[in-house]
């Protein structure tokens, strides 16, 4: 008696034939006394389980339902019905937990269409649901991939601090972590928080990105990258926003932009790549539900290809490389600009591109993904390289059709003189980072990296609109269940 997970049983196929084997799973549909869909979860296809209820107790066939978590003794047969090459004839069947089937009446296990906000309020449950399973497969074998693609590529991975005392980003948008009495905040002469009698004897904060550490990491392993939670406190309600996300960040010593730009282009196609290979069922599936969806939009908000199309497109395909000021050129002279339908209308050089314009460029202009590089240093990071004409730093920000920014990125500034200018003029406590100033000190060199949020590439490839729809339990303003 061999014990099987769905896939690997479904994926044997004809070869177990007469086997007597084990499954386990829930019931996801029972039809006419006699024939159970059983899901373990390992893939979005359902094992048929026949029963001959003549030879099960009536009582217990009564309780067998949908939902209902099962272990099954039987033996494969060559199926007759369609849809299915072979099913488990059941002898014996073991019940582990039963269901009410009125209260599953009320929850998104009722085997009907939902909502994705109803699923997203029942997030406990929704891994049973075809759809978030599904997600939640392909995130893993992306997860998965990210690794892969750095460990055969030379890259160590490095696990940096989730409290810090610094703010890598200077955009002042952290969680405070404390141990402090709310209640009696202990107040220091000049009348601001003692964070001296916090638990660190300093202000810490949850990071916001891995990259300051993964640039000392750099400095001495050459190739390292990170891959964490990270926290933002910006009050963003978008589809593409979270306060908790996973980041993935490469930092490599002696890389200048463009090589960033390889690095980030060739990254991304070998995690789309290894997705469509490894998660062919799961992609299907979402591909069909992606195009149902789209056909019920308006005619003028639909994406003309389909999800794998896409995928493909973007695997084969070159990435279009601009600079920054091309790109104001481009959105001044556009359409929607002069129409005024730009909620931020284009006027001069050193606007902050919104994800309304990064979209423009990619789905409407050049129709394929775009790295935009060499920004106005008033709107990135200190930490980003300043160009020879003082005004552009060298950063870039790869952007993707239906997301806008994927990725964000840098050739960072080694030269110790300029960093420092740069942190004073845009008010960079040089104290707290005193040891990132301190690797400009011995043997510094040029460097560069990026920054990948993990749900966006898992949005992308999954065609969800909703970033709260690719991570278990998402957290966003004022929700924080589960
Ligand atoms: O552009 P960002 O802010 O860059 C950094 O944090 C750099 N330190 C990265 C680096 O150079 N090592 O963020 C990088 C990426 C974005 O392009 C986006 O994919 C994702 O992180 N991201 C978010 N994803 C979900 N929710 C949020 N609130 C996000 N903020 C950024
Ligand atoms: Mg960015």
Known sequence: ???YCITELLDKGKSTVHQDVIVKGWVRAFRSNRFIALNDGTTIKNLQVVIDFEK??????????????????GT???????????????????????????ALSQTILQPKRHSLELLREQAHLRFRTNTFAAIMRVRHHLMFAVHEFFHQNGFFYINTPIITGSDAEGAGEMFTVTTL???????????????????????TNLTVSGQLEAEAAAMGLGKVYTFGPTFRAENSNTSRHLAEFWMIEPEVAFNDLDDNMDLAEEFLKYTIGYALEHCKDDLEFLAERYAQEQSQKPKNERQDIGLLERLDYVLNNKFVRLTYTEAIEILKNSKPNK???FKYPIEEWGADLQSEHERYLVEKHF?????????????????????????TVRA??????GIGEMVGGSQREERLDVL?????????????LWWYTDTRKFGTVPHSGFGLGLERLVQFVTGMGNIRDVIAFPRTPKSAEF
């Open 1 to 3: 008696m061999v014990s």
């Open 56 to 73: 099960f107790d009536e009582e217990l066939i009564k309780r067998i339902g949908t939902g209902v978590s099962l272990k099954v003794k």
């Open 76 to 102: 494969v047969v060559e199926s007759q019905g369609k849809g299915q090459i072979i099913e488990v004839h059941a002898r014996d069947i073991h019940i582990y937990g039963d269901v009410d089937q009125d």
């Open 181 to 203: 009495p709310l209640q009696s905040v202990p107040v220091n002469e000049q009348g601001s928080v003692d964070f001296a009698q916090d638990f660190f004897g300093k202000e």
């Open 339 to 341: 129409k005024g339908q």
């Open 367 to 391: 129709k394929k993904p775009v790295i935009l590089f060499d920004y106005p240093a008033k709107i990135k990071a200190f930490y980003m390289r300043l160009n020879d004409d003082e005004k």
């Open 396 to 401: 870039m920000d790869v952007l993707f059709p």
């Open 420 to 432: 420092q200018r740069k942190m004073q003029d845009m008010n960079i406590d040089q104290e707290e």
